[in-house]
């Protein structure tokens, strides 16, 4: 038996030890979503509210060797923890915070004083440029050219100046971003 420990919000509404009869981490998934009929739906909601859960070992570390193996036989005790994941400071913030290094280097001295000082310096400019720079919306996958053409039969897949083209490693199955397509017509009877 294999005990399953759920950590948080999870862990007050559907109980903090389980025990399950498994031998991978996808089973434990599987056994929780078996036993709670909601704890899918909780999970999915808690991710979009911004809570993300990791499964971890029974010394609170990612095990190495089932990290990248799911199926692989190498269980005692599954923790499903928050993660702890931040969007950092915002660019105000940076300056206070870089403000506040500036000046505490400076009552400092020395050459830790030095350091702190040109922290808070890094802090203050990267605040000023994110209030002059601030992050560009991200296009949508919707192309605003909408030329008739009779040439191919599919749906134009274009996509505008600027969008991200995401890059990806292994073996995907993905839809595509067409940038750029050119079709020529050739004589053929004057070759």
Do not use: W
């Not at 009929?37 to 499964?55: A, C």
């Not at 660019?91 to 403000?99: A, L, Q, R, S």
């Not at 994110?130 to 992050?135: K, R, S």
């Amino acid at each position: 038996m294999v005990k399953v420990f759920l950590h948080g919000a999870l862990g007050k509404k559907f109980g903090f030890e389980h025990k399950y009869n498994i031998r991978t981490k996808k089973q434990a998934i599987k056994a929780l979503m078996g036993n709670h009929s909601e704890f899918r739906s909780e999970v999915l909601s808690k991710t979009q509210m911004g809570i993300f859960y990791r499964l971890v070992d029974k010394r609170g570390k990612v095990s190495e060797a089932c990290h990248a193996d799911y199926n692989k036989e190498c269980l005692e005790e599954v923790h499903i923890v928050p993660s702890i994941i931040g969007s950092g400071l915002s660019d105000f913030g940076k300056i206070v915070v870089g403000t506040l290094l500036f000046m505490t280097g400076g009552a400092i001295g020395g050459l830790v004083g030095k350091i702190i000082t040109n922290i808070g310096i890094s802090f203050i400019i990267q605040g000023i440029q994110g209030l002059l720079m601030p992050d560009p919306t991200p296009q949508t996958m919707e192309s605003p050219l909408d030329t008739n053409s009779y040439i191919f039969g599919n749906t134009n897949n274009n996509v505008t100046q600027g969008f991200s083209i995401p890059v990806l490693y292994g073996q995907l199955r993905v839809g595509s971003n067409v940038i750029s397509t050119n079709a020529q017509s050739i004589d053929i009877s004057q070759q």
